[in-house]
């Protein structure tokens, strides 16, 4: 089983092309995400992600495959259309490829589409976040989504794909974070830096403060001053992630 925390892999991320690497170019210069173009398909948000990273599916459905080529203006073909009667269109300079008959998008889609670029979907994942004594990490299927906005999002210069929302269980990070408060954990890879993380350590997953310790060190801290502090060897604490964003009771 993946294990939260891993981001994509080298390989993967390297050999996205054809179709999956067309739909990404469209993505990103219209400025919509991934996951509003998933729920545009009526699929859950991570479908195109797994497309397009992963490659499963390995081609999109021919309604999928319509309605994106609608949104975007392109042909079908871009997106993977299969050859029909063996005929192969080339692209010659100066003439336009011939392009399927497709219907515009109505004012509601276009509508709905705008609306769903504004904002991303980030999975909530029942893991449990130990603020306490620890908790064993649990299965990593979704269990809802919490909904953020695509520019605020951009300008903490966070990807909607490295995200994931966990719920804080304890009181050892007491006052900076309470039990129950939900977390938004960043799992880009990034070299570490003092702040909050969550971690896995000795097979258990925590969130605690992390700062630089001497000579390969990091130091473990509880904000509750009722719990010690740990100083562990760099090769012992697994990063799983920079917590970026809380939300909680008042």
Do not use: C
Request: glycine share 10%.
């Amino acid at each position: 089983m993946a294990r939260f925390g891993e981001g994509a892999d080298a390989a993967a991320e390297n050999a996205i092309e054809g179709p999956r690497a067309r739909l990404l170019e469209l993505a990103t210069a219209r400025n919509v995400s991934l996951s509003a173009l998933s729920a545009l398909i009526g699929r859950n948000t991570t479908y195109l992600q797994q497309f397009v990273r992963k490659g499963s599916p390995r081609k999109l459905e021919e309604n999928d495959r319509r309605t994106l080529a609608e949104f975007f203006g392109v042909s079908e073909a871009e997106l993977g259309a299969p050859l029909r009667d063996g005929v192969v269109v080339v692209d010659l300079p100066g003439v336009a490829p011939l392009q399927p008959a497709r219907r515009p998008a109505s004012p509601a889609e276009r509508q709905v589409a705008a609306a769903l670029a504004e904002w991303a979907d980030i999975p909530r994942l029942p893991l449990g976040a130990s603020a306490g004594p620890g908790a064993m990490a649990g299965e990593e299927i979704p269990a809802g989504r919490l909904r953020f906005n695509n520019r605020w999002l951009k300008g903490q210069g966070l990807e909607p794909a490295n995200l994931s929302v966990i719920e804080v269980e304890g009181d050892s990070m007491e006052p900076t974070l309470r039990d129950g408060d939900e977390i938004l954990v960043d799992r880009s890879p990034r070299p570490m830096r003092a702040g909050v993380h969550v971690i896995r350590l000795d097979d258990v997953l925590l969130v605690k403060r992390l700062e630089s310790g001497p000579a390969g060190t990091i130091r473990v801290i509880s904000d509750n001053p009722a719990y010690p502090r740990m100083e562990r060897a760099v090769t012992e604490v697994e990063i799983v992630g920079r917590v970026v964003w809380k939300g909680g009771r008042l």
